[in-house]
């Protein structure tokens, strides 16, 4: 019986993992202009800047924790703790109602969204307590801050 070893070649691992990233990148990217192809990479590269600067407080009730980016649902997240506890459920609703609305005008004003109306990502927002129970979570479509030539 013989036992084969193999030795550790740290150069075919580094190709290997090369190749399954050229694969994944290829295999999502498949279908998309070079312009989306440039939008996509964006979006990516900014998930990963902004989740460095992470966590970080809104105000005396808000903390922005991470953001995501699912590239097969083209949905962009957004996602948050609340400290709800002084607030009632009538003010919760106003106040997220408030922020809804306050981001579809972002969205739609903001050049920071230029990559996501290119891809029409969908944008959601997911609010939750500090035993990370959902608060409260709403989405906005593109076709909500996106305005389509007419």
Not at 53 to 78: C, H, Q, W
Not at 100 to 127: C, G, M, P
Request: charged content about 30%; some cysteine.
């Amino acid at each position: 019986m013989h036992l084969i070893v193999h030795k550790f070649n740290r150069n075919n691992y580094k190709k290997k993992i090369l190749y399954y990233f050229t694969v994944i990148l290829l295999v999502t990217s498949c279908g998309l202009s070079k312009e989306e192809q440039i939008s996509q990479q964006d979006i990516i590269n900014s998930c990963k800047v902004v989740n460095e600067m992470l966590p970080f407080s809104i105000d005396e009730y808000t903390i922005v924790k991470k953001v995501g980016y699912d590239i097969a649902e083209r949905t962009y997240t957004n996602f948050y703790t609340i400290d709800w506890s002084s607030l009632s459920k009538n003010e919760l609703e106003d106040i997220f109602a408030s922020i809804k609305l306050e981001q579809i005008a972002h969205a739609r004003n903001s050049v920071d969204t230029k990559h996501f109306k290119i891809l029409r990502i969908k944008l959601r927002y997911e609010y939750r307590d500090d035993k990370n129970n959902l608060i409260h979570a709403f989405e906005i479509s593109p076709e909500d801050y996106i305005d389509e030539p007419t």
